[in-house]
Each structure stands twice: as C-alpha cells, then as structure tokens.
C-alpha cells in the first residue's frame, strides 16, 4: 500500500498533517458485511449503537420508578411491575451499558491509538459482541413470561426458587454468564493486542493514557468475573438441582453469595469507571492545549487503584455480621483509595491549570465529570467508615453517592468520549450548540435528581421501596427528583438528535479536527479498512505532535496550513519553550 504524507506547496486550509491513502480495498457493503465483519471498527460501532440503546431502555426504565417515586402512597405502578422495574434498570445499566460501552471505545480506538491494523484475534472480537447481543436478548426475553424481581444484586434468599420460582432469575443467570463471558473474551483480546502490537517505538511508558485505562479494565474483568460466573452456577444449582450453597436451613449461608458477588462487584466499579477516566485524561490536555500533567503519576495511579478495587468488596457488607477487626481493614483500604484517585483529580487539575482553554462540548463534559464524580468520592468517605455506613445503609444516601459514582464516573465520561471521537468515527463533527445545550440540561438535570436524595436519605427515605408515607420533607424531595430526572432524560434526548443530525448533515471533520496528539488522528476520519498504510515510530507520548514537527520541518515552515492556529499560537505565547 502506498502512502504519503502530503505537503502542499501552496495555501490551504487542510490540517496538516494529511494522509493520503491509495489503492486500498474498498470497504464492504450492506448489512451481511456488518453481521459477518471482523474489522475493530465496526465492532466498535456496533457496541457503541447497541448499548446506547440499552442505555436509552435503561432511562425509560429510571424515569417510571420516578413517576412512581414522584408522590407518596402512589398506586402508579403495582409492587411487581415496581420490584421488575428497578431490577431491569440496574441490571441494564451496569451489565448492558456501563461495561460494554466502555468495550465499544476500547474496540475501536485500542488499535489506532497502539498503531496497529486490528485486534489480536479479530473473529474472537466479533464473537464478544454477539455474545453481549445473545445476553441482552435472552434478559429481555423475560418480559415476554417473568422478568426477575430481585434487583440487580440479585440477594439470595431472595432470589432462591421459594421466593422467586419464576424464570426471571433464570434469565439474569443466563445473562449474567453470557455478558461475562463476552467481557472476558474480550478482555483477553484487549491484552493481548495492547501487549503485542503496539506500534514500533511505542514501550510501556509512551501507551497513551486511554490504552492504559483499557489494559488494567482487561485484567481486572479476567480476574474478577470468574468469581460471578462462579456465584451464579452456584446459585442455578441451589434452585434446580438440590444443593444448598446458600441455604442456612441446610448448611450454606447467604453471605457466601454477598461475598462472591462483591468481590467481583466492587472492582466492577472500578472497571466501570476506569476508562472513563482514561478518556478525561485524553480529552483535557486537547482542549487545554499543553501535555497533560504527570503521565507517569496517572498511569501508576490507574494501576494501584485497580490493586486497591481488589481488596475492599467487603465494604458493602458493613451491615452484616463481621468482627470488627474485619471491618476496620476494610474501612482503612477504602480511605486508601482516595489517595490515587485524588492524583488523579489534583493532576486533571494541574492540566487545564494555565491552559489556553477551548471551550468545546468534550471538554465542558470532562469538566462535569470532575466535579460529579469528585462528590460521589466524597460521599463515599462516608459511607467507608463503618459507623455511620450502618445508619445510611439501604437508603437514598446510597443511591445518591453510586449514582454520583456510576453516573459521575462513567455517563459523563463517555459521552466527553462521544463528543470528542465522533468525527473520527463518522467523519462528522457534531453540533456544538446542541451539544452545549445537552451538557447543561444533563448537568442541572443529574444534580438536581441525585442532590436531594441525599437528604432523603438522611430523613429516612429507604431504597428499593415502592411507595413511603408522607412524612417529613419526603414528598418535596422526591418530587424535586423527578423533575430533575425529566430534565436530565431531556438533555440525553439532546444528544441523540445531535447524532442523528449530524451522522448526515455535520460539517466535515478532517483527520484532526481539535489538533490532537495521540495517534488515532494520524489517519483520515473515519480510517480506511487497513487503518494506517505507514504506521510512523513513535518518539514521545505525543506522537502527533512530532509528525507535525518533522512536517515543519521538511517544509521549511513555508507551508501556510503548516503555521499555527490561533490557540496554539496563543499557547506558545503563553508557555514559551512549551513545543520547543
């Protein structure tokens, strides 16, 4: 394949520098070439469009358990149709959106960012997907006879066949191991591909910041959902086949499930929330202009978080009885979390600190996502130390601080991702108006429904109810909730007409529209089926920035469309020496 990195000799606007790629096979068409492909992209997309419509199912679902919160003694909805509610919004948010969405940018963005042509193992890339598909099929499958009714944690005795002898429970079994085993095909194939081909020049300590979130999210799904596969096998044989591994009356124990499920569902978090940090750690020092501050800081923070996800599950259990020698470890190792969690924030920070700041919707939803996610932390001080945990246990607090969490850490994130990724995918640029319009909607409407829950909870208000008196503040509260969850649901609407609109209508992006400098920008948006026809060596954590550099350099800086762009020239004006 031939390639060349074009260097006008006259004006122009193209951004520089442009790939021009020739004689490559065209890419197939029609919906067969999409069922049957094996290309990273695609793939990409196509858990991108899937578990934003899981996404999209999920918010429907949150926004009737409000309309039936959104009073007292409420008869919206009846006590099953409630209980079958919440448990397909958690289930679906966390198995269906939260973890595959972040698969679907690992898919496609891992190998243009390592330089390289695919995935490892592309057919068991293709298999990941259709296995997540397989999962999501057989889940809603259950609203065709019983869907499960015991939340997404699915406790037993309350999942046992005397509670819930139904198929539903069944159904989450299955969707559980097929969405597990999606995740750890897939997770495998992260490694491996992260691990051998990155492109030449490109070590451990240039990866950039997103591919080292998606290295340690793989290991830490390899590690942990084996745990859950094992925990709900166990839980299909207590109900079908006689055993009693979590029958007390028989010699099991119920906490042997709380401990199983939260020693995967505590990292859970973490590889929820892990890539989200890896994509606010590519999109600030862009829209700051200058390098993002302490790479190494950030990359071994990623690391000992994942380290420290592992040993404190038992976090979630300090209302069960447990020596207190127990529970004091497992408050001191979760305080320990704070410290790389706030290098992190502090070196965010440190990043747009004397930037010359674009004020681009990527960056105001990297911004959000800060201070969201900064209150769940703080909230979770409190619900770490396992005195007060026990008065807030199992009510809106808790809801309020994983929403703040989960939301915070993850929603924000991944759709700073959408708004900055979108031209590379589509070729588009999305519009920025509305995109602004979307981020405060989501902004106001988020702190709106999740503030006061705090307070609910404080006053009393316990989650997973369907209806509470009228007592206190209560009623204000929760209807204050659900105004914010429409005006939230709004501002997600927003966005979604924004793609819809802009697949077809958005402006050209280029190869790089916000002059970036990792290297998924060095090819043409979006990237043809061979994804580089030269890939370069890579010299620093920026390799962008020096194929810029080398064209300067080759052009003599003769080339007008080579100059810099006003911010940038703003920037060297600010950090003089800063491209130096």
């Not at 499960?148 to 539903?168: H, I, Q, R, V």
């Not at 499920?261 to 940090?277: N, T």
């Amino acid at each position: 394949m031939a390639a060349t990195v074009e260097a006008p000799a006259t004006a122009s606007t193209a951004p520089i520098p442009q790939v021009v790629a020739r004689r490559v096979d065209p890419e197939p068409k029609g919906w067969v070439s999409w069922v049957t492909t094996t290309d990273h992209k695609r793939i990409g997309i196509m858990y991108l469009v899937l578990t934003f419509a899981f996404f999209l199912l999920g918010g429907i679902e949150a926004l009737l358990i409000r309309l039936q919160l959104s009073v007292p003694n409420n008869d919206l909805l009846t006590p099953q149709t409630y209980n079958e509610l919440f448990t397909m919004h958690g289930t679906t948010m966390v198995f269906l959106f939260v973890v595959p969405v972040m698969a679907g940018f690992g898919n496609y963005f891992v190998p243009l960012m390592i330089g390289a042509r695919d995935m490892a193992f592309p057919k068991l890339n293709a298999l990941s997907f259709w296995l997540l598909v397989a999962g999501g099929l057989v889940f809603y499958g259950s609203l065709f006879f019983s869907p499960p009714e015991c939340g997404w944690t699915c406790y037993s005795p309350l999942s046992d066949n005397d509670y819930l002898p139904s198929g539903g429970v069944d159904a989450w079994i299955f969707l559980i191991h097929l969405t597990g085993l999606s995740s750890l095909v897939g997770a495998i194939n992260f490694y491996a591909t992260i691990a051998n081909m990155r492109a030449p020049g490109m070590g451990w300590g240039r990866l950039p910041l997103f591919v080292w979130a998606i290295l340690t999210y793989a290991v830490l799904l390899i590690l942990a959902l084996p745990v859950i596969a094992g925990a709900v096998t166990l839980l299909l044989t207590d109900r079908h086949f006689g055993t009693h591994f979590y029958d007390p009356g028989n010699g099991g124990s119920p906490l042997l499930w709380q401990h199983l499920f939260w020693f995967f569902g505590h990292p859970e978090v973490y590889i929820m929330v892990l890539p989200g940090f890896g994509i606010i750690s590519e999109v600030l020092p862009v829209f700051a202009r200058k390098p993002v501050f302490g790479y190494k800081a950030i990359a071994a923070s990623t690391v000992v978080i994942a380290f420290l996800g592992l040993l404190v599950w038992a976090h979630h259990m300090f209302a069960t009885p447990s020596p207190s020698l127990v529970l004091i470890f497992f408050m001191m190792s979760s305080f320990l979390i704070a410290v790389p969690t706030g290098v992190k924030i502090f070196n965010w920070i440190a990043t747009l600190w004397r930037g010359t700041i674009e004020y681009k919707t990527p960056l105001l939803f990297a911004v959000g996502f800060i201070g969201t996610f900064l209150i769940g932390g703080i909230t979770g001080i409190f619900v770490a130390i396992f005195p007060v945990d026990w008065q807030l246990t199992d009510t809106y607090f808790v809801v309020a601080h994983f929403h703040y969490v989960l939301m915070g850490g993850a929603v924000f994130a991944v759709f700073a991702g959408l708004y900055y990724w979108f031209p590379k995918m589509s070729g588009r640029m999305l519009g920025e108006g509305l995109g602004k319009t979307s981020f405060w909607l989501m902004l106001v409407g988020f702190h709106v429904t999740f503030l006061v829950q705090h307070s609910a909870g404080l006053e009393g208000m316990p989650r997973r109810v369907y209806e509470y008196p009228d007592i206190r503040d209560l009623a204000v509260l929760n209807m204050i909730s659900t105004v914010g969850a429409f005006i939230l649901g709004l501002g997600i609407l927003v966005t979604v007409i924004n793609v819809l609109i802009s697949v077809k209508r958005g402006a050209i992006a280029g190869p790089d529209p916000w002059k970036a400098n990792t290297l998924e920008w060095f090819t043409s948006s979006p990237p043809p089926v061979n994804n580089f026809d030269t890939v370069p060596r890579i010299r620093s954590v920026e390799p962008m920035k020096d194929i810029r550099r080398q064209v300067l350099a080759q052009t003599g800086g003769v080339v007008s469309s080579a100059q810099p762009t006003p911010v940038e020239a703003g920037r060297m004006a600010a950090h003089p020496g800063a491209d130096a």
